[in-house]
T-cell receptor, first 118, second 117 residues
Framework: AQSVTQLGSHVSVSEGALVLLRCNYS??????LFWYVQYPNQGLQLLLK??????LVKGINGFEAEFKKSETSFHLTKPSAHMSDAAEYFCAVSKTNAGGTSYGKLTFGQGTILTVHP | GAVVSQHPSWVICKSGTSVKIECRSLDFQATTMFWYRQFPKQSLMLMAT?????????EQGVEKDKFLINHASLTLSTLTVTSAHPEDSSFYIC?????????????FGEGSWLTVV
């Protein structure tokens, strides 16, 4: 079974400050990991994904995440927060098998609401 | 880039009626689509995997006779909530895989708000 734990349901930062959203995963097989952003009353937008290539993954809007197998973590960071970054962020893990047929079935974390103060 | 579209975005229906939600991949063929449900202030929970030309695979605890899924073409999957009740009110969102290989991008639709009164 797979699971994702996002530490902190709410994170508040000042504009220009570092953003750090934490995600730890549990998976019996090498995982594929994702970060999505959800603005109010909207769908999900992919920020970045880890699919067993480089452990440091760069995404859109200045976000990046580092896959650390030893820590089973995939934390999301951004050096300088903007007001437009205020949203809910979801970490997700996808199970894979030899044929990849399970790919796409995502298990989501509980989400972290990011608030950015002026 | 690839886009997945859902329709309707908002729907209100009376208790006991059925409502259909469409999920379309606009510029790629999606042999597999996924349906999720998100209750207010909660995370997304996978309901079922929709496979083109075959029966959907439902997650444990999801009533397949209540949530009918049809994936009639490579670009369209539909979710029909039958005999809807107020507890079915939720945000329903679909996703589509742009290919069968691990690493292919998974795109989400904009979601559909269902309110049952």
């Amino acid at each position: 079974a797979q699971s994702v734990t996002q530490l902190g349901s709410h994170v508040s930062v000042s504009e220009g400050a570092l953003v750090l959203l934490r995600c730890n995963y549990s998976s019996s097989v090498p995982p594929y990991l994702f970060w999505y952003v959800q603005y109010p009353n909207q769908g999900l937008q992919l920020l970045l994904k880890y699919t067993s290539a480089a452990t440091l993954v760069k995404g859109i809007n200045g976000f990046e995440a580092e896959f650390k197998k030893s820590e089973t973590s995939f934390h999301l960071t951004k050096p300088s927060a903007h007001m437009s970054d205020a949203a809910e962020y979801f970490c997700a893990v996808s199970k894979t098998n030899a044929g990849g047929t399970s790919y796409g079935k995502l298990t989501f974390g509980q989400g972290t609401i990011l608030t950015v103060h002026p | 880039g690839a886009v997945v579209s859902q329709h309707p975005s908002w729907v209100i229906c009376k208790s006991g009626t059925s409502v259909k939600i469409e999920c379309r991949s606009l510029d790629f063929q999606a042999t597999t689509m996924f349906w999720y449900r998100q209750f207010p202030k909660q995370s997304l929970m996978l309901m079922a995997t929709s496979n083109e030309g075959s029966k959907a695979t439902y997650e444990q605890g999801v009533e397949k006779d209540k949530f009918l899924i049809n994936h009639a073409s490579l670009t369209l999957s539909t979710l029909t909530v039958t005999s809807a009740h107020p507890e079915d009110s939720s945000f329903y969102i679909c996703s589509a895989r742009s290919g069968g290989n691990p690493g292919n991008t998974i795109y989400f639709g904009e979601g559909s708000w269902l309110t049952v009164v």
